[in-house]
């Protein structure tokens, strides 16, 4: 038994999320390659919002990918971290947009 439930080598097998429908995974692929490709942004650019998303979403597969990703196309340590900072705070920002929820229903109650 594996010491990590992720497992590095598991990343190889992405293309094959398809195996039990093709149909589906073609068109994610179809789709994925569009969105991730350069368009009116840039392919770097792309690339550090998919790193932002793998962590803020802690997904490890996509920050292995994507760390390398933006390594390869020449994105320094300082831009990545800026991105990632970037995304910890829009998350902060929205955890603590959804307080409002909680401070109607105390305000509510103290009514």
């Known amino acids: ?5 992720y497992e590095k080598k598991d990343l190889a097998d992405f293309p094959n999320i398809g195996e039990y429908a093709p149909l589906q995974g073609e068109k ?10 350069a368009g009116k942004l840039t392919e770097r650019e792309k690339a550090l919002i998919a790193l932002t998303t793998a ?3 802690n997904c490890p597969y996509c ?22 900072h970037v995304g910890a705070s829009m998350v902060a920002g929205i955890t603590l ?5 909680m401070r109607k229903i105390i305000k509510k109650k103290e009514m």
């Open 55 to 57: 962590v803020t979403h």
């Open 63 to 84: 920050i292995d990918a994507y760390t390398n990703k933006c390594l390869s196309l020449g994105l320094s340590n300082d831009e990545m971290m800026e991105a990632v």
């Open 97 to 101: 947009a959804h307080s409002t929820q």
């Open 1 to 5: 038994m594996s010491d990590n439930y």
């Open 28 to 37: 994610f692929f179809e789709y994925y390659g569009v969105s991730t490709g």
